[in-house]
């Protein structure tokens, strides 16, 4: 097997130039590590876990050199991570008192200048003998899609409902729509649901849930099996090591996972973004709710996340206004990936009456071909099919 079929994925967090500069020189000659991203600040835990849980790196390579207590804060915080994640002490000088501090902080391995192959072969090769156990399994091929809103009321819940129920409709394959706002969360609520199970419930099942279990939780609605929210408030933090086992059996059990979050800002809503194949920015053409989607933007690229994976819609747009998605892209520095128009009775009708968001509306159609733009299917040219667009069920507006 050769060098570049081993290397290991890592992280480098290295303020010191020179000490990167002599590091990466030996890099690619060694080919025992594959450098995914390179931090030349110490970044702050929270943002640390999010880079973990985006690019999942085998190995984090942290410079103890210009802060040693700052760098066994974060290799204590590394050491607690669960699944673990491997770490690596880097140093100029073969120095005693770092080396024991680091490996008393959780440091799995040290490596000091001139960083020769030898040494990076030796420990590559002990990381991969601890890790080989824990080398993840080949995964379902489930899509996750994940809406939050940059401002409360924007109607992000409203979106990820319909197009849980229209991917259902054009796909025919299992779907999940999961209410992840434990807060204060309405899909059960606006959906008439009747159920004495939620999401809570599986993330706080002891050990790792199986499918089959989960399979017992939901309750299902034209075809779309949900998990809602609590009835009353969750407001603890999230266990990221729980979360991940949820998620992953999820995508396990479906082809196409729905969840609806809380905020962008929220830290449960940040965690879960890390884990989906795309996330949508739910937002209205209000002036407060574009100011916070720029704040979000902004936030989400120094998280790390990739811009492609993010992408935003405008809810509510109304053409007397004047705007359209390329005169919003322009103030996001972004492109807008759609528009929903502004059909306000409709969705009072649907809150008020029980009755499910129907017909051949400006609504329903541009609501139909969101979800064929998220599938990435071509957008048919006959107008929708009023027996598809029958039966629909009772819609958030939050």
Known sequence: MSLKDTSLKALLICPNRDLAESFLQTVAKAGVFQIIAVLREYPAEQVLEMRLRQSVPRIVLIDVLSDLDVACSLLQMLASIRPPVHSVGLHMVQD????????????????FAPFDPLSQHEVGGRIARLSAPDLPTERNSAAFYAFACTKPGSGASTIAAQSAFAIRRQTGKRVLLADFDLAGGTIGFYLKLQSPFSLLDVLQLPGHPEPSTLDTMVTTLDGVDILSGPEEPYLSPLDPAKLEAVLEVMRQAYDYVVLDL???????????????????????????????????????????????????????????????GNDLGKMFDTAVHSTLPNDYFSLHRVVTRGEPLSGSGDLVRALEALTRKILGTVPEASP???????????????
Do not use: C, W, Y
């Not at 005693?96 to 490596?111: H, K, N």
């Open 262 to 324: 809380p905020t962008v800002f929220d830290r449960s809503s940040l965690l879960v973004l890390a884990h989906t194949d795309a996330g949508f920015l739910v937002t209205t053409a209000e002036l407060p709710s574009l100011h916070l989607t720029r704040k979000a933007l902004q936030m989400m690229q120094q998280l790390g996340f990739d811009h492609q994976r993010l992408r935003v819609i405008v809810n509510r747009l109304n053409r007397k206004d004047g705007l359209d």
């Open 96 to 111: 005693g008192e770092s080396i024991v501090r680091v490996l008393r902080a959780g440091a799995t391995e040290f490596l």
């Open 384 to 398: 929708l099919n009023p027996a598809v667009a029958a039966g629909r069920p009772t819609l958030s507006q939050t």
